[in-house]
């Protein structure tokens, strides 16, 4: 059974930092598409940052030059480091796997597994 679990939101002032963690298991995404979406609340769940099974990232414009995507595949773990974090940073983060190298990095549709969330909170 594939399990994600994320782990390391929490609350913080703008401009500090959180890291956040995705750790798999029941299967290896090391060659496969990983990514980070959020959900603040009344809004649909968005795209964040994307890994490509060739290690290509991809950001979404409001936090480019600020959040990194990276992935550790010896822990089959997937990452996010956040920086200068802003009021509307605030929601629940997602990780996100596929089983295939296909799909587009931003599009939820790519993805075959997801895990439960974590909150980040990011006080003004």
């Known amino acids: 059974q594939v399990q994600l679990v994320e782990s390391g939101g929490g609350l913080v002032q703008a401009g500090g930092s959180l890291r956040l963690s995705c750790a798999a298991s029941?299967?290896?995404?090391?060659?496969?598409?990983m990514g980070w979406f959020r959900q603040a609340p009344g809004k649909e769940r968005e795209s964040v940052a994307a890994?490509?099974?060739?290690?290509?990232?991809y950001y979404t414009d409001s936090v480019k030059g600020r959040f990194t995507i990276s992935r550790d595949n010896a822990k089959n773990t997937l990452y996010l480091q956040m920086n200068s974090l802003k009021p509307e940073d605030t929601a629940v983060y997602y990780c996100?796997?596929?089983?295939?190298?296909?799909?587009?990095?931003?599009?939820?549709?790519?993805?075959?597994?997801w895990g439960q969330g974590t909150q980040v909170t990011v006080s003004s």
């Open positions: 996100a796997a596929s089983e295939t190298r296909s799909g587009r990095p931003f599009d939820l549709y790519t993805y075959n597994y």
């Open positions: 029941g299967r290896t995404f090391s060659s496969k598409p």
């Open positions: 890994i490509s099974w060739n290690s290509n990232t």
